[in-house]
């Protein structure tokens, strides 16, 4: 970018002159939060039917599966350019923006007539997830701080992990209709537009912040990022061959939605019980707790004879998933300069979308031995934890605050 920040720029955000947010704005920071979890969440349970659908299209197998993660290349592409937008001009512009390319790239699945057209489709929508992904994690940067921004961070997990055990049901309930029927769901985003429009305009601090600041600590972002690649590449097994894998024990579209979404309730309750907790302990060992209870998830789903197994291991995975994500955007928030919540919350969003993308790459399973790729996963995981763990043993990395703390003028 070669445009020069604006002169004009809005008021300091929430965070920097006033008190906690309110209500409206929590509620449209955790709604758009969901947007995230829905663009893939809702198409999951059709994977199946559209495969059948197009089956004469080569490779239709892997195309099929790319429709849900080609997000994440997409994402993985595009949130820099997002965050630096957000940086410069805002987050609210941004976010209107986005909110208009997901309706429509979403929606676009209702009428293509082709796999390439539903791809296409998904990048459009895939440039929208980056947007709103970067712009309101910049915003939950600006307006909150120290241990409020860790319950922020764990109750707006939960809410998106309540959204997904909604979504995912209702996806397969649509799906049982028409592989077509879920793509509906994503023009709900322009319901969001009258609430994004009554947001404070957040901190474009490149325009705002003259005097030289501490540049971010590199290498300890880098660590977050790479675990939180790691993790996506594991968590994203259950919407990408999920529904594959309970296929082959029996499950039908509407009642794997329902199997599937008890992953996200699960990790909904965790990280809901876990946000009045947010603060006391150390984010690296918390993570590297839930990280386990993922391993263990996956390796009972990858062994399961039936449903009922099935099941009890998307519990277990489920009840660790909801400890990881609160604790790494904490962690990752306290590494963070003010003048680079945009940007440094965009590569955290490549990072994530990224490892959804390589998921079904790295973690493939063949037709026959569905559950593979969980062994695989698992392993995965408890090496993530492992990794964690021994690091939990040394002081936090530099830059990074002790947990509860605050950082001075905060």
Do not use: C
């Not at 793509?183 to 901190?203: I, K």
């Amino acid at each position: 970018m070669t445009t020069p920040p604006s002169t004009t720029a809005p008021a300091p955000a929430a965070a920097d002159t006033a008190g906690a947010p309110d209500t409206s704005t929590r509620l449209t920071l955790l709604l758009l939060a969901a947007l995230t979890v829905m663009s893939g969440a809702t198409i999951a349970p059709a994977l199946p039917a559209m495969g059948r659908h197009f089956a004469d299209t080569p490779n239709v197998e892997l195309l099929v599966k790319l429709a849900l993660t080609i997000l994440g290349l997409v994402i993985a592409v595009s949130a820099p350019l997002s965050g630096v937008l957000a940086d410069r001009y805002g987050r609210r512009p941004v976010l209107i923006g986005a909110l208009a390319l997901y309706a429509v790239g979403g929606a676009s699945g209702l009428v293509a007539g082709s796999l390439g057209a539903v791809l296409a489709g998904r990048v459009v929508l895939g440039l929208a997830v980056a947007g709103t992904m970067t712009a309101a994690g910049a915003l939950v940067n600006d307006l909150f701080s120290g241990p409020e921004r860790g319950r922020f961070l764990s109750q707006q997990a939960a809410f998106t992990s309540f959204g997904g055990a909604v979504l995912l049901p209702l996806g397969g309930l649509l799906a049982s209709l028409s592989w077509r029927a879920p793509f509906a769901l994503y023009a709900l985003a322009l319901l969001l537009l009258p609430l994004v429009l009554r947001l404070p305009g957040g901190v474009p601090v490149l325009a705002r912040t003259p005097e030289p600041e501490q540049p971010p600590r590199w290498g300890a972002i880098g660590l977050v990022y790479a675990l939180a690649l790691g993790y996506m590449v594991v968590f994203y097994l259950m919407p990408a061959q999920g529904p594959f894998l309970l296929g082959s024990l029996g499950a039908r579209a509407a009642s794997t939605g329902l199997l599937l979404g008890t992953f996200t309730l699960m990790a909904a309750l965790t990280s809901l019980a876990y946000s009045r907790l947010a603060g006391r302990f150390d984010p690296r060992r918390v993570a590297a707790l839930g990280l386990l209870g993922v391993a263990a998830g996956w390796l009972i789903v990858s062994q399961a004879p039936g449903l009922g197994v099935a099941l009890a291991g998307l519990v277990v995975g489920g009840l660790g998933g909801g400890l990881v994500f609160p604790n790494l955007y904490t962690w990752l928030a306290d590494l963070t300069p003010p003048a680079w919540r945009g940007r440094v919350t965009a590569g955290m969003s490549s990072a994530v979308f990224l490892g959804q993308f390589l998921s079904p790459l790295l973690l493939a399973s063949p037709t026959g031995h569905e559950g593979q790729g969980y062994v695989w996963g698992a392993v995965v995981a408890a090496g993530m934890a492992a990794t964690l763990l021994i690091l939990s043993t040394r002081p936090l990395l530099p830059g990074t605050l002790r947990p509860g703390t605050l950082r001075p003028g905060k």
